[in-house]
C-alpha cells in the first residue's frame, strides 16, 4: 500500500463511521457512506 493509499484509508475509516447508517440517522448518511465507499476502492483497490 502506498503512502497516499495508507492516509487515504485512515481517512476513509473516520469518514465511514461518521456515516454509517447504524451510527447516523441523518437521512442522507446512508448516501455519504455508499458515496464514500465507492470512492474509496476506485482509489485504493
Do not use: R
Not at 475509516?13 to 442522507?28: E, F, G, R, T
Amino acid at each position: 500500500m502506498s503512502d497516499n493509499c495508507t492516509i487515504i484509508a485512515k481517512l476513509y475509516k473516520k469518514q465511514s463511521v461518521l456515516y454509517h447508517p447504524d451510527k447516523n440517522h441523518a437521512p442522507d448518511a446512508q448516501e455519504k457512506f455508499i458515496a464514500i465507499n465507492k470512492a474509496y476502492e476506485k482509489i485504493c483497490p
